[in-house]
């Protein structure tokens, strides 16, 4: 079992960063897909980053965040982090934090795929 917590969120203005936290605890995240959703009130819940088990540039992103956002893990802190730059209003939402065992690419950017989920970080972008 792996028990995801994540922190970091907060209200910024357009054009801010933020960096969001998932602490892991319960079992390694090494050898874990590693994943950060988010979801904005009256919709679902999508896939924002993703990161194989390997890491490095194993790295999987939104259309509409890439390029801003960057998604990394230290398996020795056992934490995984997402980086926002540039946020924009259309970025406010609950982020979540998830793990699976799976390492399918086809996969990755599906809700259903990742087994662990944290209870999520509010980020609220406004002027």
């Known amino acids: 079992q792996v028990q995801l917590v994540e922190s970091g969120g907060g209200l910024v203005q357009p054009g801010d960063s933020l960096r969001l936290s998932c602490t892991a605890t319960?079992?390694?995240?090494?050898?874990?897909?590693i994943g950060w959703f988010r979801q904005a009130p009256g919709k679902e819940r999508e896939f924002v980053a993703g990161?194989?088990?390997?890491?490095?540039?194993?790295?999987y992103y939104l259309d509409a965040v890439k390029g801003r956002f960057t998604i990394s893990r230290d398996n020795a802190k056992n934490m995984v982090y997402l980086q926002m730059n540039s946020l924009k209003a259309e970025d406010t939402a609950v982020y979540y934090c998830?793990?699976?065992?799976?390492?399918?690419?086809?996969?990755?950017?599906?809700?259903?795929?990742?087994?662990?989920w944290g209870q999520g970080t509010q980020v609220t972008v406004s002027s």
């Open positions: 998830a793990a699976s065992g799976r390492d399918i690419l086809s996969t990755l950017r599906l809700t259903e795929t990742y087994d662990y």
């Open positions: 319960g079992r390694t995240l090494r050898g874990l897909t």
């Open positions: 990161m194989r088990r390997l890491g490095g540039t194993n790295t």
